[in-house]
């Protein structure tokens, strides 16, 4: 969002008026929604400094306010939904009845505004949009397709299939995650407590005896002092740098896809994100090609929902190629994200009227390779958590028995 200050006069008085907009054109537009009065000029200016502290203070709130819908009221409102727009129920009426009937305080919150917004007018995918966080990219991709086809029950119901298998690959994937995350709960619980209470003591003897302390013994010392001494601090800053981080992320679209650049080159991590990006992406573009949506917008829409952004930069460029005339799998194949076997399953839909079953068919073979990921999640994890266990038990073993055998040995020389 950029910073404009408009010009306006009222009254016989001029007043000149701060506000973020995309563009020239959308301020002007905000101006006059919001103010009366004849607008003299739109001018793009330098953030004021009050103005960035005040934008700041306002975003980190609504991060740390915001929250999303538990999934499963989230998926149980959709199928409600769904069945009373099937049974001819206004729009309205059934996002007000779920708004009322729910226990989730942010579904209601959600539910109850875009009941309003309907009321007023505005399109269930329009609303929608102002609660992205909450709702995600996929509801309103989804959404959007019903509301272009006429079918918004069907889509309402391919929405609900869709976040109850994103829901099972989540929990299949807190289900691998749960024996390593454990045992390394476990081993830094035991480190602490060794940190806190077994350390100082061979730190006064070796303080006491004024050995010459070997490496590992020096660092194990420094860990402990740094711990007892600066652990608040330490914790602090490490909470502050979090909170931070997430602001810069979230508001800065750079630092954002940057971070999605390292993410995608991290061991495991890159895999998770490829194909479950992938996966989500064909899931949709076929449900909107086999709804008979033309393809650069069912791709514009499938793209929309994607939330790594250079995935999404090289995906969008697919949807540039077709718009000038190219062939879809000429445009997926220059992407470099897809394999020739893909390449060619899309080359011969197109070729025979079938490109919705194809489509179809590369949507199911990335299901099963992220299904494959997460299945194997836990084997992947074992040589990282066993190199950090072993890590942790050597510093452990050496700083604490090494300058004890040198000792012994001292001692048996003397003697």
Do not use: C
């Not at 806190?196 to 420094?222: G, R, W």
């Not at 086999?290 to 929902?305: D, V």
Request: no cysteine.
């Amino acid at each position: 969002m950029k910073y404009f200050v408009a010009t306006i006069l009222t009254k016989g008085k001029k007043e000149q008026i701060g506000m973020y907009a995309e563009d020239r054109k959308q301020a002007n537009e905000l101006v006059k929604l919001k103010y009366s009065g004849i607008i003299l000029k739109v001018s793009e200016e330098a953030e004021p400094l009050e103005a960035q502290l005040k934008r700041f203070k306002t975003n980190l709130l609504s991060n740390i306010k915001k929250r999303k819908i538990k999934q499963d009221a989230l998926i149980a409102s959709i199928r409600q939904l769904a069945v009373m727009t099937n049974a001819g129920i206004s729009i309205y009426d059934s996002l007000s009845e779920i708004s009322k009937s729910t226990t989730d305080e942010t579904l209601k919150l959600v539910f109850g505004k875009l009941a309003e917004d309907i009321n007023s007018g505005h399109s269930l995918s329009k609303s929608m949009n102002n609660f992205r966080f909450e709702l995600g990219n996929l509801a309103i991709a989804m959404v959007q397709l019903g509301e272009k086809t006429g079918n918004l029950d069907d889509a309402l119901y391919s929405l609900a299939n869709m976040l109850e298998e994103i829901r099972a690959n989540v929990v299949k994937f807190k289900k691998a995650m749960a024996y390593p995350r454990n045992v390394m709960i476990a081993m830094a619980v035991a480190f602490v407590i060794l940190i806190s209470y077994v350390v100082p003591n061979f730190k006064t003897m070796f303080e006491k005896l004024h050995a010459d302390l070997p490496l590992p013994t020096l660092i194990l010392l420094k860990l402990e002092h740094i711990f007892n001494n600066y652990g608040l601090y330490v914790l602090a800053i490490l909470f502050i740098s979090f909170v931070v981080f997430k602001y810069l992320i979230t508001n800065y679209q750079n630092i954002r896809y940057g971070w999605h650049e390292v993410l995608l080159k991290t061991y495991l991590i890159k895999n998770i994100i490829m194909y479950a990006t992938l996966s989500r992406f064909t899931l949709v573009f076929s449900e909107l090609i086999r709804a008979g949506i033309p393809i650069a917008e069912a791709l514009e829409t499938s793209i929309s929902m994607i939330d790594n952004l250079p995935l999404k930069n090289k995906l969008s460029s697919v949807r540039f190629a077709v718009e000038k005339g190219s062939s879809l799998h000429v445009g997926l194949e220059d992407t470099k994200l897809f394999e020739n076997m893909i390449i060619q399953m899309i080359s011969a839909g197109e070729d025979s009227g079938t490109l919705d079953t194809m489509i179809g068919k590369v949507a199911e073979y990335y299901k099963m390779r992220f299904d494959a990921i997460i299945d194997g999640l836990s084997e992947s994890i074992e040589p990282i958590m066993l190199f950090i266990i072993a890590s942790m038990v050597l510093l452990l073993a050496l700083g604490i028995f090494l300058p004890m055998w040198d000792m012994g040995n001292a001692v048996m020389g003397k003697q």
